[in-house]
T-cell receptor
């Protein structure tokens, strides 16, 4: 299975600021996704990170708030912009290696004060 | 509208017995179903998956059953061990129009507690 790392593992940020989360995979993968898990909730898909083109966002998520980069097949970033306390969540990167398997990174715990 | 439902927020099972975790879905376009185990402060760990063309998939102590007509799947863990105590998520995906896979839609999870 793919080994996925995320940076930072956690952060505490002030409202109005932005944070960029990095996701690195140890092998080339076609499909990369970003999810978040708000406190006490399930995981929700934010967007599909497309290599060489703009990310595909799910309903309720917009590029201005969550810009995503995917410069190559092993790396992606998610930025949480103009943060508010409601953005306090765990943000997770994941990769799909086949139709039947999808692996997740360890997550980035974000607390916005 | 919740497309993937796990109606039991928690389940307590005695060590050595069988744990059965249930999941229902509403979207008939889902092609694949995946189960994850999650500990606090960690990312979800992939356990087992099943394609919609199958009705059973087995991997060691884990077996997933799919009843497509009922839009229901279940994860069986036997025998249950103390290390199985975690939150289990059911997830589903479908093929997109480009031939690739969509992201996953998750249920809310079931907290499994294995009692010694």
């Amino acid at each position: 299975s793919a080994v996925i790392s995320q940076k930072p593992s956690r952060d505490i940020c002030q409202r109005g600021t932005s944070l960029t989360i990095q996701c690195q995979v140890d092998s080339q993968v076609t499909m990369m996704f970003w999810y978040r898990q708000q406190p006490g909730q399930s995981l929700t898909l934010i967007a599909t990170a497309n290599q060489g083109s703009e990310a595909t966002y799910e309903s309720g998520f917009v590029i201005d708030k969550f810009p995503i980069s995917r410069p190559n097949l092993t790396f992606s970033t998610l930025t949480v912009s103009n943060m508010s306390p409601e953005d306090s969540s765990i943000y997770l990167c994941s990769v799909r290696q086949s139709q039947e398997t999808q692996y997740f990174g360890p997550g980035t715990r974000l607390l916005v004060l | 509208d919740q497309q993937v439902k796990q109606n039991s927020p928690s389940l307590s099972v005695q060590e050595g017995r069988i744990s059965i975790l249930n999941c229902d879905y509403t979207n008939s376009m889902f092609d694949y179903f995946l189960w994850y185990k999650k500990y606090p402060a960690e990312g979800p760990t992939f356990l087992i998956s099943i394609s919609s063309i199958k009705d059973k998939n087995e991997d060691g102590r884990f077996t997933v059953f799919l009843n497509k007509s009922a839009k229901h799947l279940s994860l069986h863990i036997v025998p249950s061990q103390p290390g199985d105590s975690a939150v289990y998520f059911c997830a589903a995906s479908s093929m997109n129009s480009g031939g690739g896979a969509d992201g996953l839609t998750f249920g809310k999870g079931t907290h499994l507690i294995i009692q010694p």
